[in-house]
Each structure stands twice: as structure tokens, then as C-alpha cells.
């Protein structure tokens, strides 16, 4: 069954201490993965997005990269006001255009 | 420019009741997009509109559930007859239409329905 896997499933990191979060996919012709930050009681919010192995994106202290099985989200230098959960999400379809989400990963970022 | 907006952000129904979910897209999307979201868990594909046409409602879970976005902007998803396993975050999201490439999705506040 083609799903979207995100690890880990939460992460609790000190103010400066950088890491990655994994986002792995099953699909076939992936369309494009994107990455999302919802925050409590918020919708969630646009970040990236990357079509094709290899490409790269950055926004200020986040990095998103793509291989043909997996994306990675590095922060670098977290700060508090990072803490959010992460959504990566995908399309494959060609008939619809439908994003599959994963659960998340939720980041703390302690002072 | 103003983004997505819902209404209403939290609506409470006894069960069995019918409820209708408001989503306004950005101006000038051409796709909308409905998803559920659980507690903890990502957001679950609903239905998707290109303007007026619908065309892919396979995420609606049951015959209760039904969306319509008659002119081509606003778009409403009722729910009949609701029931406790209803409860959820519903979100609305536009989109400028994908053909061969996907364009990222704006998504809005969302409305939490519980159902008592």
C-alpha cells in the first residue's frame, strides 16, 4: 500500500542543537513532496516543495532535501518558536491531485 | 492578500444532527481541496474540486458526507445525520490546479466539529 512515513515521531531538541526529521514514501511516480508546520489549532503551513531527486531547498534555518525514497527536513540552530509539528505529504496520482500525509513529527525546542 | 478562511471555527452538534462547513479559497484558485484531520494524526483526503467540477470524492467515508462548490469559489461540505465518530478537524485547502506539476496547497484554519 503506498504511504508516507515520518520519523521520529516526536523530538525534543536544546536552542542550537541542530537535527533532521525523515520523511520516507512508497508511492511510484511521485508528482512532488512537500513539507508543511502546523502549529496547535492551526491549519497547516505551506513550506516547501521539491519534485525531483536531488533538489534542495532553504527557508532561514530549515533545509529540505529529496532522494528517490525519502525527504529530510534539517534545522539548524533550532530556536523555541520552531516548536510545531512537521507534515510531509505527497502526490503520485495523475488523475488527482490529492495530498497523502504522513503523522507527523513534533518538535519541541527548549531554551 | 487574505488566505483561506472556514466558518465556523468550532461547531458543536448533538448527533444525528446535519451540519454544513463554510471554506472561502484564495481568490483566483482554481482547486479546493477537503481533508479531515484526528487528533495527532495528519490530515485525510476528502474530496477535491477543479472550479465547479468534483473530481475525485473518494475520501468522503460514507453517503452522509457531501461537498458542492456551485460557482466555481466557495465550497461547502455537509455533514447528515452526524455521528460521534464524525468529531475532527476539517480543513480546506486551495490550489493553483496541477496538470502535470503539483502546486502547493493553502491550507485555512480549519472547523473542529464535535459531535455530542
Known amino acids: 500500500e503506498d504511504q508516507v512515513t515520518q520519523s521520529p515521531e516526536a523530538l525534543r531538541l536544546q536552542e542550537g542543537e541542530s537535527s533532521s526529521l525523515n520523511c520516507s514514501y512508497t508511492v511510484s511516480g511521485l508528482r512532488g513532496l512537500f513539507w508543511y508546520r502546523q502549529d496547535p489549532g492551526k491549519g497547516p503551513e505551506f513550506l516547501f516543495t521539491l519534485y525531483s531527486a536531488g533538489e534542495e531547498k532553504e527557508k532561514e534555518r530549515l533545509k529540505a532535501t529529496l532522494t528517490k525514497k525519502e525527504s529530510f527536513l534539517h534545522i539548524t540552530a533550532p530556536k523555541p518558536e520552531d516548536s510545531a509539528t512537521y507534515l510531509c505529504?505527497?502526490?503520485?496520482?495523475?488523475?488527482?491531485?490529492?495530498?497523502?500525509f504522513g503523522t507527523g513529527t513534533r518538535l519541541q525546542v527548549f531554551p | 492578500g487574505a488566505g483561506v478562511s472556514q466558518s465556523p471555527r468550532y461547531k458543536v452538534a448533538k448527533r444525528g444532527q446535519d451540519v454544513a462547513l463554510r471554506c472561502d479559497p484564495i481568490s483566483g484558485h482554481v482547486s479546493l481541496f477537503w481533508y479531515q484531520q484526528a487528533l495527532g494524526q495528519g490530515p485525510e483526503f476528502l474530496t477535491y474540486?477543479?472550479?465547479?467540477?468534483?473530481?475525485?470524492k473518494s475520501g468522503l467515508p460514507s453517503d452522509r458526507f457531501f461537498a458542492e462548490r456551485p460557482e466555481g469559489s466557495v465550497s461547502t461540505l455537509k455533514i447528515q445525520r452526524t455521528q460521534q465518530e464524525d468529531s475532527a478537524v476539517y480543513l480546506c485547502?486551495?490550489?493553483?490546479?496541477?496538470?502535470?506539476?503539483?502546486?502547493?496547497?493553502?491550507f485555512g484554519p480549519g472547523t473542529r466539529l464535535t459531535v455530542t
Open positions: 485547502a486551495s490550489s493553483l490546479f496541477g496538470l502535470l506539476k503539483s502546486y502547493e496547497q493553502y
Open positions: 474540486f477543479q472550479n465547479e467540477a468534483q473530481l475525485d
Open positions: 505529504a505527497v502526490t503520485y496520482d495523475l488523475n488527482t491531485d490529492k495530498l497523502i
